[in-house]
């Protein structure tokens, strides 16, 4: 189970830095992302939120299966995956932040998007790496 965890992480992240590398094309050539349009616009729109989505549904499968799995075989890392829920939330307010920033009526900034993609990578990242450093035995144990 736990080389399906880093499987899925690693999807994750080279999603994100497609994510990112299509924001900074638009930085690069000036691109305002107009909403809800086609083209460059929409396809920005909704690998965001698809990104999102997948992300935050990875995240509720991780809190009501997988956590309570490894409660269940290894006490003693629930004080980690506390800590790890509370990370979730944390991400999901991010999540929610960037999903702003394509969702909103009117123009979108490649600027604004980027940062708010920048911040969500880095936390995300962060956050990966601690659960497959934290999480990887256990789950390989399973």
């Given amino acids: 189970m736990g080389d399906e965890l880093v499987r899925i992480h690693d999807g994750l992240r080279a999603e994100m830095a497609a994510l990112l590398a299509a924001v900074e094309d638009g930085l690069a050539t000036g691109t305002t992302v107009n909403l ?10 909704e690998r965001c939120l698809s990104f999102c989505t997948a992300f935050h549904e990875h995240h509720v499968n991780e809190n009501e299966r997988g956590f309570p799995l490894l409660e269940r075989a290894f006490p003693r ?20 932040d960037l999903g702003a920033a394509v969702g ?14 920048t911040r969500l990578s880095a936390e995300l990242e962060a956050h990966f790496a601690r659960e497959e450093e934290q999480l990887l035995a256990a789950l390989n144990a399973l």
């Avoid at 909103?104 to 993609?117: H, Y």
Wanted: aromatic share 0%.
């Fill in 104 to 117: 909103e009526a009117g123009s979108v900034d490649p600027a604004t998007v980027k940062a708010r993609l």
């Fill in 77 to 96: 890392l629930a004080p980690t995956l506390d800590r790890l829920r509370e990370e979730h939330v944390r991400l999901a307010r991010i999540r929610e």
């Fill in 36 to 45: 809800p349009g086609r083209g460059l616009e929409g396809a920005l729109r």
